[in-house]
Nanobody, 120 residues
Framework: QVQLVDPVGGVVQAGGSLRLFCAAS????????MGWSCQAPGKGRSLIAL???????GYADSIQGRFTISRDNEKKTLYLQMDSLEAEDRGMYYC??????????????WGKGTQVNVSS
């Protein structure tokens, strides 16, 4: 069983930066894909950043070039560096992990989510 704990997010001004992190209860090295999903107000949850066990990454178009996902296997932690934040980035952010490599990148484990607010 993998438990993901993502601490409290924060409030930041547009154009600012925020770093999210998520701690796993087992070795991150034993997990295949990891990612961050975002649920904006009134919308569904969608995967916005993915990092595979090969360390290759993928991003949604809306955050490409502004956000960076990374993982530290030794610290059992997943990160999301968020730069040049925009008001549209506001939402609940969930870290997620899968123990199986799936072609659709669906996840097995989810954190409880952390709220990010961006003030304009």
């Amino acid at each position: 069983q993998v438990q993901l704990v993502d601490p409290v997010g924060g409030v930041v001004q547009a154009g600012g930066s925020l770093r999210l992190f998520c701690a796993a209860s087992v070795s991150v090295a034993s997990i295949k894909h990891m990612g961050w999903s975002c649920q904006a107000p009134g919308k569904g949850r969608s995967l916005i950043a993915l990092i595979k066990d090969s360390e290759s990454t993928g991003y949604a178009d809306s955050i490409q070039g502004r956000f960076t996902i990374s993982r530290d296997n030794e610290k059992k932690t997943l990160y999301l560096q968020m730069d040049s934040l925009e008001a549209e980035d506001r939402g609940m952010y969930y870290c997620a992990a899968s123990s199986v490599r799936r072609i659709d990148y669906s996840m097995d484990y989810w954190g409880k989510g952390t709220q990010v607010n961006v003030s304009s």
